[in-house]
């Protein structure tokens, strides 16, 4: 009996993975951003403990890596898709696009689609075990949350219109796909030399918190992916 529970540990968190992306995505398509981050957030914080928990515990399973994909894919991908849409239905539209104004919010589903062939490409990409190839679905989704709550104000105001959006959409699925070599954060150990770039990351991302504030998550994936670029390998 206790085996069996132990057994199951990680595959009960990656399933409240799940369920939080269902709220979150919930949340976001009745336009309540602040619910949608705090349980994109929540998720992320499954997301991270049942694979540590799975190797911890050495009970790593076929059906934990597909339930985890797909986990992923409502939290990362239907979720930040879902605020998306709904900003769309917010957006302003200028005159020349209101005869597709009934078609474009349906285009943020893109972020869905591009996060499942992101998440089908890691799982067999062996390049991946310590860096990533292209921008992580947990960071598209932060991005979108904390963009949603920190620049909402900006985002449906004059200055801003579904164009923008749209064209956000589109680069940030490219981005999930991209053939874009992107650090991770695990550190081998706490010496510079061997984690340069992981400092730097963390150094410049606490004053873009604390400037930005509900946005500043968004800022920091926007670093995230500047410093991924200029410390690529070519």
Known sequence: MANAIVRNIP?????CNLFSGCIAAYMAFHGNYKEALLFIVLGAMFDFFDGMTARLLHVSSPIGKELDSLADD????LAPAAIAFSLFKEVYYPDFLMPVAGIMP??????AVFSGLRLAKFNIDERQTSSFIGMPTPANALFWASLAVGGHSFLISDN??????????VVMSLLLVAELPMFSLKFKDLSWGH????YIFLIVSLPLLIIFQLSGIAAVIIWYILLSLATRKK
């Open 195 to 198: 984690n340069k770039v992981s």
């Open 106 to 111: 349906y285009t943020a589903f893109l972020i």
């Open 74 to 77: 409502i939290t990362f991908g």
């Open 11 to 15: 595959n009960t968190l990656t399933s």
């Open 160 to 169: 801003f219109n579904a164009i923008y959006l749209f064209v956000l959409v």
